[in-house]
């Protein structure tokens, strides 16, 4: 075994990157739209906020994310994010294409000039109870991007607080697996 001084490093050790360990799904979700130059609006009802404050809470959010609404009455998702009202009034506020239709409208009102890269939206019931007939833990999620949308159908398990987290999570996860 030989003594290895700082004179035996590479010159160009300063722009070594040296992982501070594993990133959160919303530390990832940041990094893959810096690398593609995009930019990322949500849409929330049923997470209240869950979502877009996951991915402001990351160092440098700032370069990707443009904002989000919380459309928690059915008739601001119509207003603010273009939701077809004869959706609404025929399968209500929680309905996968009602969640397709808030991450484009997202796309749209958060855009600047163009619209944003990435749509999320999230759209559910919580619970304690369900006031149109659905299972408390349905969830809706879907994601919009220039490439297309998919929507992921839930039935979570737990409270209320537990159904909102794991639906931002989910959320998140789904945006990351479309990009």
Do not use: N
């Not at 990094?31 to 160092?59: D, Q």
């Not at 459309?71 to 996968?96: F, I, N, S």
Request: glycine share 12%; charged share 20%.
């Amino acid at each position: 075994m030989t003594d290895r001084t700082f004179a035996d490093l590479p010159d160009d050790v300063e722009a070594t990157l040296v992982s501070e360990g594993p990133r959160s799904e919303p530390e990832r979700l940041v990094a893959r739209l810096r690398e593609l130059g995009w930019t990322l609006g949500v849409a929330e009802s049923l997470t209240g906020g869950l979502v877009a404050a996951s991915v402001v809470s990351v160092s440098g959010a700032s370069a990707v994310f443009r904002g989000g609404i919380v459309a928690y009455a059915t008739d601001l998702k119509a207003r603010l994010l273009g939701v077809d009202e004869t959706l609404l009034d025929a399968h209500g506020p929680v309905h996968p294409r009602v969640a397709r239709q808030m991450a484009d409208g997202v796309r749209r009102a958060v855009g600047e000039g163009d619209a944003a890269d990435v749509g999320i939206a999230t759209t559910g019931i919580a619970g304690p109870v369900s006031s149109d007939g659905q299972p408390v833990g349905t969830v809706h999620i879907a994601v919009s991007t220039p490439l297309g949308s998919r929507v992921e159908s839930l039935l979570l398990q737990g409270d209320r607080d537990q159904i909102r987290t794991e639906a931002a999570a989910r959320a998140v996860a789904l945006a990351l697996d479309a990009l």
